[in-house]
């Protein structure tokens, strides 16, 4: 089993900028799914997000059928799959970003929660606040 990098992940999924590279990506990965499969950790799914929401523009909804596609792809082994899995309806769903998304599931798995953030969009959710004023 091999670990995919962004970049190569999304040669394979979005990129066309670099044919060559595009066609070694595609190549690397049809190996890797036919034989012991292709591991991708959390991060790379939070970069592939980023790009495709910023360089693609691509709305949540295909954000998160390109996400879930990706994880439901036979012989790919996402790193905490269950946490990404709930990040994921919950991105699908609401206003904040699928890194935010992460981020509340990675702390409800540790039970810490809530998540204190400043960021407007995410502190809409259950279970995430603003540090209050006037607190140590």
């Not at 980023?50 to 949540?60: F, G, I, S």
């Not at 990706?70 to 309806?89: K, N, P, S």
């Not at 981020?103 to 798995?109: K, P």
Request: net charge negative; aromatic share 6%; with cysteine.
């Amino acid at each position: 089993m091999a670990t995919f990098d962004t970049n190569v992940v999304l040669r394979v999924l979005y990129l066309d900028d670099d044919v060559e590279q595009a066609e070694r990506a595609g190549r690397a990965w049809r190996t890797e799914l036919a034989g012991e499969g292709a591991h991708v950790p959390t991060i790379v799914l939070v970069e592939v997000a980023w790009v495709l929401t910023r360089r693609a523009k691509a709305d949540r909804s295909a954000v998160a059928r390109v996400l879930r596609t990706l994880c439901d792809t036979e012989g790919v082994t996402i790193e905490h799959e269950d946490r990404v899995r709930r990040a994921l309806i919950r991105y699908a769903a609401g206003p904040a970003d699928f890194s935010d998304y992460l981020i509340l599931e990675a702390a409800r798995d540790a039970g810490a929660l809530p998540v204190i953030t400043f960021d407007e969009r995410f502190v809409r959710e259950a279970e995430v606040e603003v540090p209050r004023a006037g607190e140590p």
